[in-house]
């Protein structure tokens, strides 16, 4: 779980939330609560039992990509599609080889703006996923470019009557519907693509500038400075393409809002009020008046991870795919001074892994009494925890064209406590899946709660959304914290996310047959689901299906 870290480092925080009292679940016995009707086949939590013992144990070491646990891992999931009686979907093999880069920035850097001197680590963070060991800013003009902004549906261009190429951008996180909370302004409280991080260095570098700076307040971005400090100072990975990721920003960085101020106050501008005029699509970027300089050295290693991909052939329309994913990988083991800490991901994402695993067995054994029209994919892919790395290969349309993808249903975490009455929705009104995932609910009695905390943008931050870039329909089943309030302050992202062979998998068993339900109506019934809102996305999907 991205993103984005579009990472599941930056989850935590925005996590949390879901303990709040406010929201905690209404629960009830997996016995009181419904089938979906189109789930012939028993959900087999012994399956799922052994599957996340298995994937959490302390024989896979965290499961981390380029480690003995990987192989451990995708060696398991490969063979266990292989004896379901699914057939690898690259080239009727499993794996999908994933090139990867990992790049660690030296912390050892020193950002000057003017007179002004900032420390790596407390008052910035700077990285790139150029293929570069070096990367210099030299005397590049620092420009406030609002939130950064380029939207044309929402009538939005902080970029207009501006030239920022070769410049260095500061610019505020989140986007304006958020600051103002107001429902007409962009979506409100609710934050859209354009508040992510991720966009704004994708937009900056559109725009051609040397570097970008997003201040950080906690607010608005969902975590505090630790958060953005422990994502951005250590090893990175990225997808590589064939010009060594030149067209990515050659710097992307954050800013501590006390050293912005200071960089505004240097101007003889005042940042509050700034803030303030960034707020109106009337505003045009002010020049900070002043120059920057930093000097970016990398160590850079060249990788290959793994998807694990499998196939259920389609018997009238074997080349339209319904997909269904999860993460396998989680954080591995870091060795300390007490010795190894094992890194399991008992629930974050073994219980994800093991469920694609049981509704593999399931829609298989679905497919041999009557066949499905549409083929099913089960991925399970490399490197979220990293950046949503496997994801985006697959996304890349390399084994897969993306317009022939119907539809994603992603699982990043599950609840594997007892049933409870309802499923989460995150994401408004994006597209025609969240009708299907209304009917499916409604069928097990089930009602839909939509996210509890939409300002912090989890559409956008687990592998679903490198398809959704694509244009492919998706929805995202997560619970973490809305059922166990324990688990996000103690257990999330920590070496104490373990196993329990005392789980009821409830919610496992209600998850598994909701997602069989969409994808077996998807498999048979010739929908394409469309994008609602407008959207790049929605664009994308135009362009590749007119």
Request: hydrophobic share 40%; with cysteine; charged share 20%.
């Amino acid at each position: 779980m991205t993103l984005l870290k579009t990472s599941c480092v930056l989850l935590s925080l925005a996590l949390v939330a879901c303990s709040d009292p406010a929201s905690t679940a209404s629960k009830t016995s997996p016995a009181a609560l419904p089938s979906a009707p189109s789930t012939a086949i028993e959900v087999n939590l012994s399956n799922v039992h052994q599957d996340i013992k298995i994937l959490a144990s302390d024989e896979f070491a965290g499961r981390g990509p380029l480690t003995a646990g990987e192989t451990l891992t995708i060696n398991y999931l490969a063979k266990q599609y292989q004896d379901i009686g699914l057939v690898g979907a690259v080239d009727g093999k499993f794996m999908q080889p994933v090139e990867m880069a990992q790049l660690t920035p030296d912390q050892n850097m020193t950002l000057s703006i003017g007179q002004l001197s900032f420390n790596a680590g407390s008052d910035f963070t700077a990285r790139t996923q150029q293929i570069q060991s070096l990367i210099e800013l030299k005397d590049s003009e620092v420009v406030f470019v609002g939130y950064g902004i380029n939207a044309p549906e929402y009538q939005w261009n902080d970029f207009k009557d501006v030239d920022v190429k070769g410049k260095t951008v500061v610019v505020l996180v989140n986007d304006p519907g958020f600051a103002t909370q107001d429902d007409d302004l962009f979506t409100g409280n609710a934050m859209t693509y354009y508040g992510r991080w991720t966009y704004k260095y994708e937009e900056a570098a559109r725009q051609g500038a040397a570097a970008v700076f997003i201040v950080h307040e906690t607010a608005p971005a969902a975590y505090p400075w630790s958060v953005v400090e422990s994502s951005n100072t250590g090893s990175k990975y990225t997808l590589i393409d064939n010009n060594k990721n030149a067209s990515q920003i050659p710097i992307m960085g954050w800013i501590d809002v006390e050293a912005a101020g200071e960089i505004f106050q240097q101007a003889g501008l005042d940042y509050q009020q700034l803030k303030q005029r960034a707020l109106q699509p009337d505003f045009t970027a002010v020049p900070l008046k002043a120059k920057a300089n930093l000097t970016l050295r990398n160590q850079l290693t060249m990788a290959k991870s793994h998807n694990v991909v499998a196939q259920l052939t389609g018997s009238e329309a074997p080349n339209e795919y319904i997909v269904i994913s999860a993460h396998w990988d989680h954080f591995g083991t870091n060795e300390t001074e007490t010795g190894p800490k094992i890194f399991n991901g008992a629930v974050d994402n073994a219980s994800g892994t093991a469920a694609t695993l049981e509704i593999a067995r399931m829609m298989a054994k679905m497919h041999q009494h009557t066949p499905f029209k549409r083929s099913i994919i089960f991925a399970n892919f490399t490197a979220e925890e990293t950046g949503l790395i496997g994801s985006e290969q697959f996304a890349s349309g390399d084994i897969l064209p993306t317009k022939q993808m119907v539809a994603l249903l992603n699982i990043d975490g599950m609840n594997v406590l007892d049933a409870v009455d309802y499923t989460l929705q995150y994401g408004k009104g994006l597209s025609e899946m969240e009708d299907y995932l209304v009917k499916a609910a409604s069928a097990q009695g089930r009602s839909v709660k939509m996210d509890p905390r939409p300002q912090n943008g989890l559409f956008f931050r687990s592998d679903h959304f490198s398809l959704a870039k694509q244009g492919v329909p998706s929805l995202l089943f997560m619970s973490l914290g809305d059922t166990d309030p324990d688990y996000i302050t103690h257990k999330y992202h920590k070496e104490e996310d373990d196993y329990s062979a005392d789980w009821s998998l409830g919610g496992v068993k209600q998850d598994i047959e909701l997602i069989v339900d969409i994808a077996a109506q998807l498999a048979n019934n010739g929908d394409w689901p469309k994008w609602k809102a407008e959207s790049d996305f929605k664009a994308r999907r135009v362009q590749e299906r007119p």
